[in-house]
């Protein structure tokens, strides 16, 4: 199963609501996590179940979709969100990922 | 604290073989799958494959199929990656990753271990 994201990367402002998109190739009901990674640092998960927010994450990350269309949303940027977002899916082997959404703060 | 440590940086030549690992601190793995996942520099995340460490259930990725191997040692709590045979293109970064599976599927990546830098040079 492959993962596209979109966009690539992405530049907003301090207060912005941020959307990145994962689109998967066939369906995967809603077996999806959302990941961020900053330089040197190993991936932090966001959400996982495509809409369930990870213990400790702050609520301003929220994710939606199912089958074959999700979306991860930053309602109010702040300064630390900066990185790459990754999304994975768990339906079938191999669990890939897309390609990544390197977000920068402006 | 629930951690996974996994093993130091290493350097190495083409041709030689190389085991790394990643070792459960805080909980017990033989409930968790661990997967292991590759970073080349300045790239993303790449699936390499996944462990049941409580019976050494194994799925790889085709990609990695052949080219490494997957193990565990549930009465030391450690997952393994290892190549037999190194090439220049197998620098990166490898993260080991901690799942819970539930009816079937997978959650997300819940606990990560801190990586290990893996270089290749002759």
């Known amino acids: 199963i492959q993962l596209t994201q979109s966009p690539s990367s992405l530049s907003a402002f301090v207060g912005d609501r941020v959307t990145i998109t994962c689109r998967a190739s066939q369906g995967i009901s809603s077996y999806l996590a959302w990941y961020q990674q900053k330089p040197g640092k190993a991936p932090k998960l966001l959400i996982y179940a495509a809409s369930t927010l990870q213990s400790g994450v702050p609520s301003r990350f929220s994710g939606s979709g199912s089958g074959t269309d999700f979306t991860l949303t930053i309602s109010s940027l702040q300064p630390e969100d900066f990185g790459t977002y990754y999304c994975?899916?768990?339906?079938?082997?191999?669990?890939?990922f897309g390609q990544g959404t390197r977000l920068e703060i402006k | 604290e629930v951690q996974l440590v996994q093993s130091g940086a290493e350097v190495k030549k083409p041709g030689e073989s190389l085991k790394i690992s990643c070792k459960g601190s805080?909980?017990?793995?033989?409930?968790?799958?661990i997967g292991w996942v590759r970073q080349m520099p300045g790239k993303g995340l790449e699936w390499m494959g996944i462990i049941y460490p409580s019976d050494s259930d194994t799925k790889y990725n085709p990609s990695f199929q052949g080219q490494v191997t997957i193990s565990a040692d549930k009465s030391i709590n450690t997952a393994y990656l290892q190549w037999s045979s190194l090439k220049a293109s197998d620098t990166a970064i490898y993260y080991c990753a901690r799942l819970a599976r539930s009816s079937g599927r997978y959650g997300g990546a819940d606990v990560w271990g801190q990586g290990t830098t893996v270089t290749v040079s002759s």
């Open positions: 805080g909980h017990s793995l033989n409930i968790y799958w």
């Open positions: 994975q899916q768990l339906y079938s082997h191999p669990l890939t």
